[in-house]
């Protein structure tokens, strides 16, 4: 049964992700994902495991582990490759190619609450997918209901969001309404590090990410991340730090405390993608004197 939804998963993930055809999609996810469930249930319960009316489209559908079937294998991968899909959709529609940072998120509590509010909708869909409308109660239609018209709403209002770091300077998107920052309003900038809390409950974790903080002439900050252990996110570092260099702008960097590193260290042994050499030239540390250096810009 692992098998099979595995394979289900994949067929339709990986169909969908390489634009195969609908046929193509579907007669992959019959012989990979249905084909070895129906195999499955025969040799483990038998004929007793279709005692429902197969003939019944009805009688299938009303089945709840038919229903978790299709939504761990169907639903689920549809879903994610639509968010997958929305979000680079509008990196290419809204970033340049001169950008050599680039977020869709302007207002980062926003974006948190968008995808608290967005995972709620998800579970709450769960439940009441499973059991049927119907037999849910009250208080689960109204999360739902609630939850996703939320998510739905901040989606729309964030739909032409962004920050960019580019040559003309700080592009900031929020709400619709446009600001462009130019160097010669830079004063200074902080790279500020820290171990933060991600996740929500049991499964949540610590980790150690920084950001940019752009001090403005005006008094004003912006603040461009947070960044992780990545081989993405230590590229674009890089190319901030080469940007600012280029124009002149001085840059503060933090010195990592003792449990900073104890944090980096275990990104550094998982992250296999990631140059431990680029995080160190961010932060600009000498792995082999212990000691941090200054650049003069």
Request: charged share 20%; glycine share 6%; with cysteine.
């Amino acid at each position: 049964m692992i098998i099979s939804v595995i394979f289900g998963v994949a067929s339709v993930g990986v169909g969908i992700g390489n634009d195969e055809p609908i046929v193509i999609i579907t007669i992959m996810y019959l012989l990979t994902g249905v084909l070895p469930l129906i195999i499955s249930f025969l040799l483990f319960e038998g004929r007793k495991a279709f005692k429902f009316n197969t003939s019944s489209l009805r009688s299938l559908l009303v089945n709840r582990g038919v229903r978790i079937y299709v939504l761990i294998t169907i639903i689920t991968p549809i879903l994610l490759y639509v968010i997958d899909k929305s979000k680079f959709s509008n990196i290419d529609r809204l970033s340049s190619p001169g950008d050599v940072y680039f977020s869709t998120i302007s207002i980062e509590w926003l974006g948190y609450l968008l995808v608290f509010t967005g995972l709620l909708a998800y579970v709450t869909f769960v439940g009441i997918f499973v059991i049927s409308w119907k037999e849910s109660n009250n208080l689960h239609r109204c999360i739902f209901i609630i939850s996703l018209t939320i998510s739905i709403f901040i989606s729309v209002m964030m739909n032409n969001d962004y920050k960019a770091i580019n040559q003309e300077g700080l592009a900031i998107s929020t709400f619709s309404n446009k600001e462009v920052i130019s160097w010669a309003d830079v004063k200074h900038v902080n790279l500020k590090g820290s171990v933060t809390r991600d996740g929500f409950g049991k499964t949540s974790g610590n980790s150690f990410r920084w950001k940019f903080k752009f001090l403005l002439k005006n008094g004003e900050i912006e603040q461009f991340g947070p960044f992780s252990y990545t081989k993405h996110n230590l590229e674009d570092s890089l190319n901030i730090k080469e940007l600012l260099a280029d124009k002149n702008i001085s840059l503060t960097t933090d010195q990592l405390l003792d449990e900073e590193w104890e944090y980096v260290q275990i990104d550094m042994k998982y992250e296999e993608d990631a140059k431990p050499e680029d995080f160190y030239s961010i932060f600009q540390y000498n792995p082999e004197t212990r000691e941090y250096y200054y650049i003069q810009y």
